[in-house]
Every structure is written in structure tokens, then in C-alpha cells.
């Protein structure tokens, strides 16, 4: 039997258990293995899927290591995204201040790569020799004409949370500055949309098709110059609420830009995601009549394909450990669409409100857990029967070792699972993960030591 440790027991809530007194939106406990990236984590999970700018880590070479071509941003034109640059401090800066090597590094990047931007990510070590990232970039910022961002994302001094808002801080120093001459009065800006596998073009085309315009995506196949007029926008359209709730509110209250919260994952969620934003520009009644048809055209080409995945997928049991609550609850919206039952549900980032929420949404001894760690999901999903694990890159190896089917919904996925298509891409991977023959071989189904 897995025993939970102490200090944890209060972030794990078995729905029906009473009271409900659940404890969040707190640093991981030590020794705990959390499955939480750090702060310089967050910060680059925001801002790395800006295309057109460089993205140079100012820190050891560790930190740099799992940024390179990891993520399924994808980009309409440059790729600087794509690659890693780090400063690659080393002993002698660690002693003697690492300011001259980061001064050069930028002047030779942005001469080589002539980005529009620059972001400069402050690592630990950063944080503790003290080097005054921000004086370098603005004296690399005056001499070559382009943003030269800091983004202190030192990754001991917080949770993966503290690196979204470092990141929306570094956006929002870009907002404004460009013309907004040629933005429609109805227009968005799409905010967490990373351009997964292309999902923002799937989301940016419905609108378009809407007559929406579309200023910025944020930051999925991002581009300085758009961030720059992301100002003229009448509405933010934020998923991936964590991330980007920040900075929908810094720019409600210096350009007065309301904003919704919307997720685009599911048949039902993406209909609202659309509906909303035709709702708030009741101005025009065309683009609410173009919503419907959108989406009464899109539903009929999916719903006759999913009848076979929802046959064989009645009854199987889910587990869900993701980043962001908001795209949990759309998970099990999705999974209750394909008849499954969710057993597990957490989040890494979630707060009170989603929880509370979370909790509403779930059946009866369902596991809710916040800032879980492997051996934790183990446990429960053993315990629990799961015959599916939805999670990211570190939940998969945790997954398979138990002989369990895993969907990647996080960024490193190559399929696009967003918007009316991406509900179809979604069931056809759960069943084809769920109902594989491989997992008969594992030793949790394995009959008297059977078939090998
Ligand atoms: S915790 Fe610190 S040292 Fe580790 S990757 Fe994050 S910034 Fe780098």
C-alpha cells in the first residue's frame, strides 16, 4: 500500500468525503517529487512560442536543457522559437558576475538572428550571484533598437504560477507600442493559445470565418509586431486562464479591454468559446448567425465518426493530472461526452475557486489533488482502476509502467486536439490507447501469471 505523506494529505480530497477543507495555491512540499516545473518553467511555456524574437537563458547550461524543439508550437513563418540559446554561465561568472558574458551573448544573437525581441530569462543562480539583468538589457535594447525584455523567472522563488505572471509582465512592456490604425471595432486577441500541433490556426479560422478579426495570438505562433498592437483589440479571449489572466487583467485596466475566459477543448466548450465572443459583439447580429452555422457544420462532419469510440469506450475509467484546472474541466466534460468516468482529477496550478469547482463537477469518489507527485498518481490509479492516464510528458513514463493507456494533452503533443476537429483527434487517441492489446500484457492484468 502507498502511503501519502503528512504534509500532503490536505491537497487530496476524495469527493463525497466531508468537509471539504482543501489546501492549494502553495509551494510543493519538499522531498515530495512534485510533477511542478519552476519558475523559469512557466516563464518559457509562455513566451517561447513568440517566434520571431530570441530567447536566451541567462543561467547554467542545465536550465537550458528540455527547451530545445520540445514543444508543438508551430509557426506560420520564422522558427527562432525553435532553438535554445543559453549564456552557459560557468564558475568564473559565478564569482566574478556573469553581466559582460549575457552583453555579449545578446549583441552577437541579435546580429546574427535579427529578432524583433529579445527575452532574457533570469535562472537561480542569476537570482543569487545578483546580476542586474535589467541594466544589461536596456543598454542592449538602446544600442541595436529592439526590445530587450528581462524576465525574472529565477526558478527557486515561487511555483510554475510565479513564472507565467514574470512572462505577462514581459508581454505587457511590449503592448502598446505598435499602431492600431486597421483593428476593427470587432476584434480579439486570442490569449493561452500555444499553437499546438496548429491549434490557434483551427481556433483563428473560426472566428475569422465569424468575421471576427483576430489582432494577436498569445502567444501561439506569436509575433512581436502583433503583441505590439494587441492594444487596439476589443475583446481578450483568455484560455489557459492561469497563465494569461494576468495579463488580461493588466490590459482591462490600462486600455479598458474586458475579457472572457473560455476553453476550446470539447464539442460543448468550444461552441461557448465561439458564442461568447458573437454574444459580446451583439452589434453585429451576422456574427452570431455565422456562429451557429459554424457550428451546426462542424458538429455533423464529427458526431456520426464518434459513435464507434463512444460504443467502445462506455464504462472505462479516466484519471486527469494537468496543468491548468480550466482544461480539466473540459476533459471531463469530454469524457463523460464518450460515456468514460473520471476517478482522478488535479491540476498543478490550480486555486480554491477551481477546486470548489472541480469538486462540484465530479462524481462521488473521484480523487481531487493538487500538485501531485508520481507516486501519489500511482496510488489513485491503481487503487481507482484507470484504464486511462491524461497528463504531459512526465505523466506518460508513470502510465505506462503501470500498463495504463495515456492521451498527451499537454505541449509536447504533435496532434491538434482543440476546436471540433480536435474532439475527434481526442477520442480516436483515447480509444486507440485505451482499447490497445499491448495492455493485456501488463502485470496488473496478467491472468495467474498468464500471457506473456
Ligand atoms: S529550478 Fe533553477 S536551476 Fe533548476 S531549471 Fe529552474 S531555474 Fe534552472
Redesign the pocket.
Known sequence: MIKVLDERVKQIHEKGAEPFDFDCDRRSTAGSVSQRA????GSRVVLYPIADAVHLIH??I??AAYTWDIRGSLSSGPELHRLSFSTDIQEEEVIFGGEKKLEKSLNELIDIYKPKAAFVYS???IGVIGDDVEAVCRKVSKEKGIPVLPVH????KGTKKDGYAAACESIFKIIGTGNTDDVSEFSINIMGEFNLAGEAWIIKKYYEEMGVQVVSTMTGDGRVGDIARAHGAKLNVVQCSGSMTKLAKMMEERYGIPFIRVSYFGIEDVSEALYEVARFFKGNPEIMVKAKDLVKREISKIIPEMEKFRKALRGKKAAIYVGGAFKAFSLIKQLRYLGMEVVLAGSQTGNKEDYEFLREMCNDGTIIVDDSNPLELSKYMLEKKADLCIGGVKERPIAYKLGIGFCDHNHERKIPLAGFEGMYNFSKEVYNTVLSPVWKFAPRNRKHGGER
Open positions: 519552476c519558475v523559469f518553467c543561467g547554467p542545465g536550465c535562472t537561480c543562480i523567472s529565477e526558478g527557486f
